[in-house]
Structures are given as C-alpha cells and as structure tokens.
T-cell receptor
Framework: AQSVTQLDSHVSVSEGTPVLLRCNYSSSYSPSLFWYVQHPNKGLQLLLKYTSAATLVKGINGFEAEFKKSETSFHLTKPSAHMSDAAEYFCVVRLNTGFQKLVFGTGTRLLVSP | ETGVTQSPTHLIKTRGQQVTLRCSSQSGHNTVSWYQQALGQGPQFIFQYYREEENGRGNFPPRFSGLQFPNYSSELNVNALELDDSALYLC??????????????FGPGTRLTVT
C-alpha cells in the first residue's frame, strides 16, 4: 500500500537558517507526491507537487523538494526560514484507485524563532 | 476565480444529533472530496463525489454520507454524532478529466465539536 512517513513531528529553526522537513514514501510504482502547508486555523495550501517530471520540484514561497527514488524520499527544503513559515507541513501521496485519494502523513510542525 | 468555501466555520452539537456541513467548490471544478482532521493528526479521507455520484470512500461508517449538487457544491451529513466525531472537516475540490493531474484545493474547514 502507498503511504508516507514524516520523520519529525517538530522541527525548530532560527529565522534565516535552512529548513529541512523529511518525508519517506512507500509505493510499488512511481507515486504522485505533494507537500501541503497548514497555518493555524486555516485550510491546507498546496506548496508543491511531484508527478514524475523533473525530480527537483520548486514550489511557492521559496520551498523546493527533491524526489529520490533510490532513497524513497521527498524531503522539503528552504534555504532561509522566515517567521511566516511557522506552520504544520504535510507530506502527501496520491492514490490512483479509480478515484483520486490523498493520503497524508502525520505532519511536521515547523517552529521559527527570531 | 472563487476558491473553496465552507460553512459554517464552527459548530457545536450534542452526542446523538445529526449535522450537515456545506462546501462550495472552486469555479470550474467537478469533483469534491471530504476529509476529517482530528486534533494533532493529518487529514483522513472520508469520500469523494464526482458528477453527483460517490466514486470513492475511506474507512468511515455509513452514518457519514454526502451529496453533490448539479452546481458541484456538496454536503457532508453525519448522523448519530459521537464524541470522536469532533474534528476539523475539510472539503477539497478538483477538476477531474482524463488527462489529469488532479490537484485538490482545500477550503478553510468546519470545526465540529461534539459534547
């Protein structure tokens, strides 16, 4: 079965330092992978997506993720954190089972300190 | 272009009652999916509607039901509410077409509290 595992429940960084949020996936074939962000009391916003095109995917707000098949990973990175990046981040795999279903990881809370 | 909207924003119900949550999909989208997000967890897929028919369902009991209307808006109904139904309910819309892909765009959610 396809699934994603987010390796850290919380990540703390200082403003201006790099961000790394880790995600491993499990899939028997090339998956469609996404990162969504959820700010407090807000809905989910799509950051970026991988759908078997370029392995390095650029998203909004300076985020990017690299699909590494050999490591079954899809880590999210950003060179320099901003206070506004503090939020919950979800790694997501899309299942194609006759209908489109998103399977979410458990989430990583990013804390950014001044 | 109007995004996904949901109503109401917050709702408090008593155990055993019934509730209806509403979702208006993004303009041009024909598919609506519903998710339940319990506190501190990732969203869990409830079901999906495409052209007014349920075409996929997650691991939720039959007391969770839905509708999709000709304008592609949707309702989520939950009967016989239980305390564990307290959660944020998220609606997502997408355009389902043969070529794909099908990015899902989420609404702000409805916070349901069951007491």
């Amino acid at each position: 079965a396809q699934s994603v595992t987010q390796l850290d429940s919380h990540v703390s960084v200082s403003e201006g330092t790099p961000v790394l949020l880790r995600c491993n996936y499990s899939s028997s074939y090339s998956p469609s992978l996404f990162w969504y962000v959820q700010h407090p009391n807000k809905g989910l916003q799509l950051l970026l997506k991988y759908t078997s095109a370029a392995t390095l995917v650029k998203g909004i707000n300076g985020f990017e993720a690299e699909f590494k098949k050999s490591e079954t990973s899809f880590h999210l990175t950003k060179p320099s954190a901003h206070m506004s990046d503090a939020a919950e981040y979800f790694c997501v795999v899309r299942l194609n089972t006759g209908f489109q279903k998103l399977v979410f990881g458990t989430g990583t809370r990013l804390l950014v300190s001044p | 272009e109007t995004g996904v909207t949901q109503s109401p924003t917050h709702l408090i119900k008593t155990r055993g009652q019934q509730v209806t949550l509403r979702c208006s999909s993004q303009s041009g989208h024909n598919t609506v999916s519903w998710y339940q997000q319990a506190l501190g967890q990732g969203p869990q897929f409830i079901f999906q509607y495409y052209r007014e028919e349920e075409n996929g369902r997650g691991n939720f009991p039959p007391r969770f039901s839905g509708l999709q209307f000709p304008n592609y808006s949707s309702e989520l109904n939950v009967n016989a509410l239980e305390l564990d139904d307290s959660a944020l309910y998220l609606c997502a819309s997408s355009l389902d077409w043969a070529g794909g892909p099908y990015e899902q765009y989420f609404g702000p959610g409805t916070r349901l509290t069951v007491t």
